[in-house]
């Protein structure tokens, strides 16, 4: 069942190593207009929300490295925070409802012999969560009672990046 409604890896995708350069790119069976439009969009909203998740804790660095004194420095960053926070949870919300649709819908990746796409999920659940602790954290920065250094704040960073690495290649190279 999930062999003929899911996507399968074109002969391109695997051992690409070995073959000839294309010379011709065609579309790939099964992948119709409406679902590229799709995970275009997808790949748009999923590469914004990121882009969010990079930024936010770069904040926090600052956050953390203002001096006691300079209130008006921490506040300026604070409301940037929650404006990046508020902007990039309205992104996600459509990144994730897309990738849902190509997932459900389309049925790409849907079944029990797609492990890559169970790992995918696994990791976007990490990511979900790294978003909600951004938050706990900025309300804590916001309640005064942060009480982690900036180096904390640069590992913490590091998080996002080491997600959307293995999210990508997961879903690029299918590994399982
Ligand atoms: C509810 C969460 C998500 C679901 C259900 C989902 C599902 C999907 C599905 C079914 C595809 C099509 C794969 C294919 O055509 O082979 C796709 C494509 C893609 N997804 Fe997601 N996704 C989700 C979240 C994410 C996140 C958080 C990222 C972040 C890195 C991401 C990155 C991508 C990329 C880069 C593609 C394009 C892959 C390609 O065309 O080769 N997705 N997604």
């Known amino acids: 069942m999930s062999q003929q409604r899911g996507l399968q890896p074109s002969a391109h995708g695997r051992g690409f190593f070995l073959e000839p350069p294309l010379l011709c790119i065609t579309r790939e069976e099964g992948y119709t207009g409406n679902m590229l439009w799709i995970k275009a969009f997808h790949i748009v909203m999923v590469a914004s929300w990121f882009a969010g998740l990079f930024y936010l804790p770069r904040i926090f660095v600052n956050l953390a490295m203002v001096p006691q004194d300079s209130v008006a420095e921490f506040d300026r ?11 990039t949870t309205l992104l996600a919300v459509p990144a994730l409802a897309l990738g849902l649709v190509l997932w459900l819908y389309y049925g790409i990746g849907l079944g029990a012999d797609n492990g890559w796409m169970h790992a995918k999920l696994g990791l976007v659940a990490l990511t979900m969560a790294y978003h909600w602790q951004c938050a706990v954290l900025l309300r804590q920065f916001a309640g005064q009672t ?15 990046v080491m997600l959307m690495l293995i999210i990508v290649v997961l879903v690029v190279v299918k590994p399982f």
């Open 77 to 87: 960053l604070l409301l940037m925070a929650r404006k990046l926070l508020r902007f």
């Open 146 to 160: 942060n009480t982690r250094s900036h180096v904390w704040y640069r590992w913490f960073n590091e998080t996002p």
